[in-house]
């Protein structure tokens, strides 16, 4: 039963486009299909589904693509700064593994997926940029992404557990669930500012749609009782306030489901971020640290400036200190997407990180007063989806998981678009 429906979920994930949900241009159909289903492709499917999408479309097709629109149009290519530090840092660190200079030789397979990102980031830019993609299509695909990724972890819980494994265990954390709380946590980081955008600018029954997946969407992060999400979470709760300011009936509700998740949740948080529960959080916590201790041991070896190859991490933790018992050689991440960049690219491809995460946010933030609603909102949103995503990354390493980086490109490029939109680029 488990298998059927979540073939029924994937089938209507893939329709929806087809059907005109979104638009009616082919090639977008296609790329918001693969967008909204990387996530839930990734974790259902033994083998990596979105790193295959993003090998072979992005280094056969987008570099062609992307030399096309720059010769066609004249145009600057967006992030460039940022996109030359990060492929500095890469090269430096590929010459480093070479003479013996990194501590590790491996060459991960996400080295290959982050350059591909990257690429797609461009790609992505280009494809509004000459309207290939139209923005309020791509807007509303966003903003259901996370619906279907958080209806398989219901599926794959009742399935193990019964109903009463939604109430046992953290979302996503039920025995026989392949998606962590954390994975989960990550992708409504992203998806939920654009829900609650749609939910602003539909009218009607599609408002009432719109509201309703922004609403299961919320209760799913809080039901995750992740710590990275709390800064998504908060960046979330202020900006519904401001953009439904003037619907008492929404403002209401909202400001009634924020007050019934700090009374039910707020105490299993606190417990949880002190570890008065026992073991398990303390573990946790205590695993982090180590993570994070051994972490800084490598990079350190590496004089905080080269990287050892993006993943490799994973590999050499054990000789820096962290015990193999803690994860039983399940290769854990450091924990943090941003040190997940400095240990694999080095110092030149943390900074270009930063910048293009920053860029991100400017981009959209800075062009919102030169619209009126409810474009304005989405610059917002947008924003704001990339400031929750990157604060989640303090705490979890979603560049780990492959498959949120197609999605996290597409946000990167249509930001891009946004800030060009505005004259600002």
Not at 130 to 146: C, D, E, K, R, T
Not at 165 to 171: E, I
Not at 240 to 248: H, M, P, S
């Amino acid at each position: 039963m488990k298998n059927v429906l979540i073939a029924i979920l994937i089938i209507g994930l893939f329709l929806l486009p087809v059907i005109g949900v979104f638009t009616k241009r082919p090639l977008a159909c296609i790329l918001f299909s693969i967008i909204i289903a990387s996530p839930l492709c990734g974790e259902v499917f033994p083998f990596n589904t979105a790193s295959v999408y993003l090998i072979l479309l992005a280094i056969p097709f987008a570099p062609a693509l992307i030399v096309w629109f720059l010769v066609r149009e004249k145009t600057k290519t967006p992030y460039l700064l940022q996109i030359v530090l990060m492929a500095s840092g890469l090269i430096f660190t590929r010459i480093c593994m070479y003479f013996g200079l990194s501590h590790s030789p491996n060459i991960q397979a996400g080295d290959k997926i982050l350059a591909s990102a990257i690429i797609w980031i461009v790609l992505m830019y280009f494809l509004f940029k000459n309207s290939v993609l139209p923005w309020q299509a791509y807007a509303s695909s966003i903003s259901i992404s996370g619906l279907f990724l958080s209806a398989y972890v219901v599926i794959s819980t009742v399935a193990g557990s019964g109903v009463g494994g939604l109430v046992k265990y953290r979302m996503g954390m039920a025995p026989g669930v392949d998606v962590n709380s954390n994975e989960l946590a990550s992708l409504l980081d992203l998806t939920l500012p654009f829900a609650a955008w749609l939910g602003f600018a539909e009218n009607g029954v599609k408002r009432s749609i719109a509201l309703a997946s922004l609403l299961i969407q919320f209760v799913a992060v809080l039901l995750t009782l992740t710590r990275g999400s709390l800064p998504a979470v908060g960046l979330l709760i202020i900006y519904c306030l401001y953009v439904y300011r003037r619907n008492k009936i929404v403002r209401w509700i909202q400001i009634g489901v924020v007050i019934a998740g700090v009374v039910c949740l707020g105490g299993v948080f606190a417990t949880r971020l002190t570890a008065a529960n026992g073991t398990g959080d303390f573990t946790s916590n205590w695993g982090r640290l180590a993570l994070l201790k051994a972490s800084f041991d490598v990079l350190k070896e590496q004089h905080y400036i080269m990287g050892i190859g993006f993943d490799n991490f994973k590999i050499i933790k054990y000789s820096h200190g962290f015990p193999f018992l803690f994860d039983h050689g399940k290769g854990y991440s450091s924990h943090n997407a941003h040190l997940e960049i400095w240990l694999g690219w080095g110092l030149l491809a943390l900074i270009g990180w930063e910048l293009l995460l920053w860029k991100g946010i400017k981009n959209s933030w800075s062009t919102r007063v030169l619209y009126t609603s409810p474009r304005k909102e989405l610059h917002m949103a947008v924003a704001i989806s990339i400031l929750g995503f990157s604060a989640h990354g303090l705490f979890e390493s979603e560049l780990a998981q492959y498959h949120f980086l197609f999605m996290l490109a597409s946000v990167l490029g249509f930001s891009a678009w946004l800030g060009n939109q505005g004259g600002k680029q």
